[in-house]
């Protein structure tokens, strides 16, 4: 089947990328042949694909009328929501703005995933964003937090973590508490710094408006009028997590973040994280989103790291257990 697409010629080289990158993959993905021919572009091929790809390039054209750029890692995930049948959000996707940061730039999802993720953030009172490393589940809360306080919305931000790493104890560390506790937090200042800027997040933080502590430090408070991040909540126990819940006040919105393939806890069965989302999966204003690797924004390479070992795990839980090394 053969389909033609009306183009106006200054969109041809932004639509094909670099080198034609982005028409490359397109037809990779697809199976298609791209042809430019007079005033449009020729698309060859199964119907169904020729289809599917013609909606994908009508939306990346209004993209482009919107005077948004399309480089390779941004076509790649709009392939992938043609992929999905969802086409028709590539445009909401790439005008969707859900932050600005200090120099100016402006934040957006990069998946459809991430949108999703976003958008119940939005709309929920509490929302816990399960996914693997890269995939923007902190930055994006990070980025929700930071836009209901300059909205006034919220009065004050708190960032926790539960001070559990890679089997590491606090007592074993240097310094005093601050000392000890601040390098299982410098994800979360790194995502304020970005966004607030370097000066201004230190003054936040002295006058109270942004508190970072360890997750203990929650117990036996009531947290109201604010935005409330728990993040690593993979390592939190059944007993912490249904605590760091029960702080909810009024006027405050939570988001749980965690990766449950990274469980550090000594009886990971335990983790807070995995039971939570399975009591609270059906309770209304409570959202549960699950970013996987088709969401890595980080470099791809990240993403094939994490699929490779995806695979290996599949491959391992298939076996008899009489063929597993111990």
């Known amino acids: 089947m053969t389909r033609t697409i009306e183009l106006e010629n200054d969109l041809y080289a932004e639509l094909f990328g670099s080198y034609d990158g982005n028409a490359r993959e397109i037809e990779k993905a697809f199976g298609v042949r791209l042809f430019t021919i007079g005033g449009g572009l020729q698309v060859v091929g199964d119907e169904k694909k020729v289809e599917t790809v013609s909606k994908l390039i009508e939306n990346v054209v ?5 005077g ?29 703005v ?12 990069l998946s459809a995933g991430q949108k999703d993720y976003a958008d119940a953030i939005e709309k929920h009172t509490l929302t816990f964003g399960i996914g693997p490393a890269g995939s923007g589940k902190t930055f994006l809360a990070v ?12 009065s004050r931000i708190i960032l926790t973590r539960p001070a559990l790493e890679a089997g590491e104890r606090l007592g074993f560390l240097p310094g005093d508490l601050k000392e000890k506790v601040d390098p299982y937090l410098i994800p979360l200042y790194d995502a304020l710094k970005e966004l607030f ?38 390592n939190t126990t059944r007993e912490q997590m249904k605590m760091f819940l029960t702080r909810l006040g009024n006027g405050c919105k939570m988001v749980v973040t965690g990766d449950i393939t990274q469980i550090d ?20 204003d409570i959202a549960v989103c699950r970013l996987m690797s088709a969401d890595i924004v980080r470099h ?20 008899p257990m009489s063929q597993r090394r111990e």
């Open 62 to 66: 209004a993209v482009l009328n919107e």
């Open 68 to 96: 948004h750029s399309v480089d390779k890692e941004k076509m790649l995930r709009f392939i992938e929501l043609a992929r999905d049948g969802r086409a028709e959000e590539i445009l909401p996707l790439a005008s969707d």
């Open 98 to 109: 859900k932050a600005v940061t200090a120099s100016g730039k402006r934040i957006r999802c």
């Open 143 to 154: 980025a929700a937090a930071v836009t209901a306080f300059r909205k006034s919305d919220v």
């Open 197 to 234: 800027g370097v000066e201004a997040t230190a003054r936040l933080v002295e006058r109270g408006a942004i508190e970072v502590a360890p997750l203990a430090y929650m117990r036996g408070r009531t947290l109201t009028n604010a935005f409330v991040i728990l993040d690593e909540a993979q």
């Open 265 to 284: 806890l000594p009886d990971k069965s335990r983790s807070g994280l995995i039971e939570a989302v399975e009591v609270l999966g059906g309770v209304e």
């Open 300 to 319: 791809g390479l990240v993403r094939r790291i994490i699929k490779a070992y995806d695979e290996k795990a599949s491959a391992s839980e298939e076996r």
